[in-house]
């Protein structure tokens, strides 16, 4: 697609960045020492943490691949978020407290609090940093999709600006800015996307004056960059595309027919609008491939109300199918988004932030309401997407933003710098969990280097810069895949290696370290594996076709987490009853009376 850059949006871009860097900077003085940099010396208060745990966890695919999946796929977008609130039951009633009161600095630390092990040091570390680098790719990508269209630049220079800037960021003034910088981005992301909720049900639902119907857009096909409309390239001075950047006559993403036969139906409530777009038939775009092997973009007519049942979308056909690996698909990402949250380690260290247990779970409870909020606007803002006819076919990620344009270039500059801004939060907190991880874990404990506090800081400053390094390269590669589709990953990844021994940890008395360790690294590598031989790897990252990758796959299904993180409790509890201490046996009566 074709998208401009204005003055506003990179004046506007420009005033966050230097916010952001100059917040750091200023907040250098505070990260000196370990407790410092790593925890913010456990000073922050509660309140101020749990909006920091929204602005960490609601980051691009939580934003911008929410959206762009409802936008495209209707109510079963809607599922992640159901799935990513409902985990956040797990972190309060379960995690919350006991990791605080377990832990220091790291997951690992948590894990490690009763056994002294470096072997379960190693092993927690090692998973913080796998899942945090399969959790940084689609914030990177999502980082790219943003800077696009806002400053007119490729893909790879929008990785870059976050790398660089996230990077400065941890490296200057560790969790101190960190959190920071998540608490002003969640703020802002509720407040901004609360307001284009508000505008949107003022504008409610608008035919397009001048529809671009099914005949006359046959088939978009995307090669490279360059966009294709039946067979023509698309430019700047195309008929279409012209049409496309008006402020409501357009129709990629449109509503076709009212309920009322209307051409409007004015402003409405949030209750009307759910209805209004239940009753109304929508043009929506079915993604494919052709002779060639080129993406194409084929416009497709279907009532709101399909829209709003659940199994519509090619991600969750196992809702209806009757094949038992879809259903077995479905019902495992389903359990990875529930039982993940409580596992992502950038997650877990904002507990140490907090002064005690009971500050723990109250902003555990802010943070569920300021998430729980956000997650129902991203419902209106993706059906906004899909029916105000500012719809990119070709690229899901951008659907929030492009919706925003529809109400003016300033709205839409400042909502793609807050999900800029929500990218650097989201990034800050999870190279700040792999710089822990190397810096505490691996150099000090693991391989015992006598390290002073300034040294642990500068070696995790170091770390910061090489995992924002390879969080660049990753989003590179990685740039044509959704982000919310990647985090799936890193939840069964998270879900599979930490619940089982997080859980076991605080609630068996028998679980021993061989247990934990066993567990980790089966839930981990079977995890890891899985996914890495999966159809769905084998079509979008190996580039098979949709045919050659299920039939290349060896896994029966997607989506691990069914089968490893029941897999990771098993393992934990025969190798701890396998490893438990006996107590040494009483000596015979007559030894005893000899003796």
Request: hydrophobic fraction near 50%.
């Amino acid at each position: 697609m074709i998208y401009e850059s204005s003055a506003l949006a990179v004046a506007v871009f420009a005033a966050f960045v230097a916010s952001v860097l100059v917040l750091s900077f200023k907040l250098a003085a505070r990260a000196k020492s370990v407790g410092g940099y790593f925890a913010a010396h456990g000073t922050v208060g509660w309140f101020t943490n749990g909006i920091a745990f929204a602005g960490d966890y609601l980051s691009a695919a939580s934003f911008l691949g929410i959206c762009g999946m409802i936008a495209f796929h209707g109510y079963d977008g809607f599922l992640y978020s159901i799935g990513y609130l409902a985990g956040w039951i797990v972190a309060l009633l379960v995690i919350a407290e006991p990791v605080k009161r377990l832990g220091k600095y790291t997951l690992a630390d948590a894990l490690n609090a009763k056994f002294n092990s470096r072997g379960v040091k190693m092993v927690g570390a090692i998973s913080t940093l796998v899942i945090s680098l399969f959790y940084l790719v689609p914030q990177m990508v999502g980082a790219g999709a943003l800077v696009k269209p806002l400053l007119g630049l490729p893909h790879w220079a929008g990785v870059s600006i976050v790398g660089v800037v996230v990077t400065v960021i941890v490296a200057t003034a560790g969790m101190v800015s960190t959190t920071w910088v998540q608490f002003i981005k969640g703020t802002l992301l509720v407040i901004i996307c609360a307001f284009v909720v508000v505008l949107l049900l003022e504008r409610g639902f608008i035919l397009p004056s001048t529809p671009i119907t099914q005949d006359e857009v046959q088939t978009l096909t995307k090669v490279g960059e360059q966009t294709w409309v039946n067979g023509a390239p698309m430019t700047p001075a195309n008929q279409l595309d012209s049409r496309l950047r008006e402020r409501h006559g357009v129709g990629f993403g449109s509503v076709s027919a009212l309920s009322n036969g209307g051409v409007a139906t004015g402003p409405l409530g949030p209750v009307e609008y759910i209805e209004q777009f239940s009753g109304a038939t929508i043009t929506t775009w079915r993604k494919g491939t052709d002779a060639s092997g080129a993406t194409t973009f084929t416009p497709v007519e279907r009532t709101g109300a399909d829209l709003l049942l659940p199994g519509s979308s090619p991600t969750f056909k196992g809702v209806r199918s009757d094949n038992l690996g879809s259903k077995l698909d479905f019902l495992s990402l389903m359990l990875a988004l529930f039982l993940g949250t409580a596992s992502l380690p950038h997650i877990l260290i904002r507990y140490y932030t907090v002064k005690d247990a009971r500050a723990a779970r109250k902003s555990t409870v802010v943070g569920i309401g300021a998430i729980g909020v956000f997650y129902v606007l991203t419902l209106f803002l993706g059906i906004g997407a899909m029916t105000s006819g500012a719809l990119d076919p070709t690229d899901s990620n951008m659907a929030a933003p492009l919706l925003a344009r529809t109400f003016g270039n300033g709205l839409f500059a400042v909502i793609s710098a807050v999900a800029f801004t929500t990218v650097l939060g989201t990034v800050s907190g999870l190279i700040m969990a792999g710089a822990g991880a190397v810096a505490h874990d691996l150099l000090k404990d693991v391989c015992r280097f006598k390290l002073s506090d300034a040294a642990q800081v500068r070696a995790a400053k170091w770390t910061a810069v090489g995992l924002g390094a390879a969080a660049i390269a990753c989003g590179i590669v990685f740039e044509k895949m959704n982000v919310t589709f990647l985090v799936g990953w890193a939840f069964n990844i998270a879900a599979s290696a930490n619940l089982p021994a997080l859980v076991m940890l605080l609630f068996w008395k028998r679980t021993t370290k061989q247990g934990v360790i066993a567990a980790m690294i089966v839930g981990l590598v079977s995890s890891l594996g899985w996914v890495l031989l999966s159809a769905d790897t084998f079509e979008k990252v190996y580039g098979y076709s949709a045919a050659a990758a299920t039939d290349a796959a060896l896994m029966p299904f997607s989506q691990p987490a069914i089968v490893t993180v029941p897999l990771g409790f098993l393992v934990l509890v025969l190798v701890s009853l396998a490893t438990a201490s006996r107590p040494a046996s009483s000596p015979p009566a007559s030894s005893a009376a000899a003796a």
